[in-house]
């Protein structure tokens, strides 16, 4: 039987967020800097949220473009299918680990790391990157976080899509 995560705690109003990736998303700085605050917004916003990565989907990898937390992850290229962010990326599903050490695909990246969810950022068109949300704790991320996670994907579609994938001339 799969634990049931508790109701996630939040510091700050997911509508508040929300509205914030908006303007970041649409500010027209750097993909880069862009992602990083938006992945330092997540990380303060959510006392759950150990570590927070964006990948950009680039042929057939996963490129890590913006992260926050406590270190670096060795996994900055990941290939699509492979770990729990590669399914995620060849499914075009989320995908909600409660404890990682009991599923084989989970790719280690930190020791301390307990769930992980990997949220795909697409469309009717595609998977354009993800969104990868690391925990301490098992079983951290409740029905309430997919869904927030899922919005705040959708809102970074057109960035990946303009950044990853412009227009050809």
């Given at each position: 039987?799969?634990?049931?995560?508790?109701?996630?705690?939040?510091?700050?109003?997911?509508?508040?967020?929300?509205?914030?990736?908006?303007?970041?998303?649409?500010?027209?700085?750097?993909?880069?800097?862009?992602l990083?605050?938006?992945?330092?917004?997540?990380?303060r916003?959510?006392?759950?949220?150990?570590?927070?990565?964006?990948?950009?989907?680039?042929?057939?990898?996963?490129?890590?473009?913006?992260?926050?937390?406590?270190?670096?992850?060795?996994?900055?290229?990941i290939?699509?299918?492979?770990?729990?962010?590669?399914?995620?990326?060849?499914?075009?599903?989320?995908?909600?680990?409660?404890?990682?050490?009991?599923?084989?695909?989970?790719?280690?990246?930190?020791?301390?790391?307990?769930?992980?969810?990997?949220?795909?950022?697409?469309?009717?068109?595609?998977?354009?990157?993800?969104?990868?949300?690391?925990?301490?704790?098992?079983?951290?991320?409740?029905?309430?976080?997919?869904?927030?996670?899922?919005?705040?994907?959708?809102?970074?579609?057109?960035?990946?899509?303009?950044?990853?994938?412009?227009?050809?001339?």
């Open positions: 039987m799969q634990e049931k995560a508790e109701k996630a705690p939040t510091k700050y109003d997911e509508t508040m967020l929300l509205a914030q990736i908006d303007r970041l998303a649409k500010r027209g700085i750097s993909l880069e800097r862009t990083s605050l938006i992945t330092d917004l997540l990380h916003g959510f006392p759950h949220y150990d570590w927070v990565g964006v990948y950009g989907l680039e042929g057939e990898e996963l490129v890590l473009r913006g992260w926050t937390g406590p270190r670096a992850t060795e996994h900055v290229r290939p699509i299918g492979q770990g729990i962010c590669g399914l995620a990326a060849r499914t075009g599903e989320t995908v909600n680990v409660p404890d990682v050490n009991a599923d084989p695909r989970y790719l280690a990246c930190f020791p301390t790391t307990r769930s992980e969810i990997v949220v795909p950022i697409k469309d009717d068109e595609g998977v354009y990157g993800e969104i990868d949300v690391d925990s301490d704790r098992p079983a951290a991320f409740s029905e309430q976080d997919q869904r927030f996670l899922e919005a705040a994907a959708e809102r970074l579609v057109p960035l990946l899509k303009r950044w990853l994938q412009p227009e050809e001339a």
